[in-house]
């Protein structure tokens, strides 16, 4: 029989996300215009393993996403994402925006409880420890929303770019309690964010992103000293 091969780009994906309270101002600083930040202030934090891809890299994933809004509507903002793979990390960055750095990545799964932890430079930046409780009877997007980030070279100028939301195949998804605890290191002040610590946790087993999606719309550009003063520090 032949095996008809998957239309998403990553299959059999598990990620472990929360969604957590975040200081306003940390937000703010992190946004660049015409984004605001959403009300109330809010972040997705997620830790993902992803097993199959159609660009054959087998990769582990970490990312903020800023709960954001502008003219249009609403929107999330990546203002930190790591991978433990170049070529994710090449891609990520130079065709959708995301600010991909290296990491050492861990997302570990016994029975109920699932931890997840990423470590940079020495300095563990993130951990989620969740314990799962019962089975998702609705399933939120947690993808397939609407995602406007910043791509370009700085010296020559930035742009916002908007990534249209994905679809998403869900195969089994949990929630529970978790605990969130993020460090601020040098390069990665995550603390900075004040998240709270105690959150619901979603473990979710799923394929998304179709090969062929919607290319990416060019919004706006992105005010020099925004990108001199925010966006730099973003890239070590």
């Known amino acids: 029989m032949t095996q008809v091969e998957s239309p998403f780009i990553w299959t059999n994906a598990r990620v472990l996300a929360v969604e957590a309270a975040i200081s306003p101002h940390a937000a703010a600083a992190l946004l660049p215009d015409p984004l605001v930040v959403a009300d109330p202030p809010r972040a997705t934090f997620f830790i993902a393993d992803y097993p199959q891809t159609r660009f054959d890299s ?13 003219e249009k509507g609403s ?23 995301f600010p991909k750095k290296l990491a050492s990545i861990e997302l570990e799964q016994h029975g109920e ?28 997007p947690l993808f397939a929303r609407r995602m406007v980030n910043a791509i370009g070279v700085p010296a020559l100028g930035m742009k916002l770019i908007e990534l249209a939301p994905t679809r998403e195949l869900v195969h ?5 309690e978790a605990k969130l605890t993020l460090t601020s290191s040098h390069r990665d002040p995550l603390g900075d964010l004040l998240a709270a610590p105690s959150v619901e946790a979603r473990w979710i087993e799923l394929d998304f992103a179709e090969a062929g999606a919607v290319q990416p719309e060019i919004l706006c550009d992105i005010d020099a000293g925004w990108v ?4 730099l520090t973003r890239l070590m």
């Open 58 to 70: 087998v990769y582990r994933e970490a990312a903020v996403l800023l709960h954001a809004r502008d």
């Open 228 to 231: 001199a003063r925010r966006f």
């Open 113 to 140: 409880r699932v931890t997840g932890r990423v470590t940079r430079k020495g300095v563990e930046v993130l951990c989620i420890e969740a314990s799962l409780t019962e089975p998702e009877r609705t399933h939120a």
């Open 172 to 176: 089994s998804a949990w929630r529970g």
């Open 75 to 97: 929107a999330l903002h990546c203002p930190w994402m790591v991978v433990d793979d170049d070529t994710s990390l090449i891609l990520g960055r130079e065709v959708l925006g």
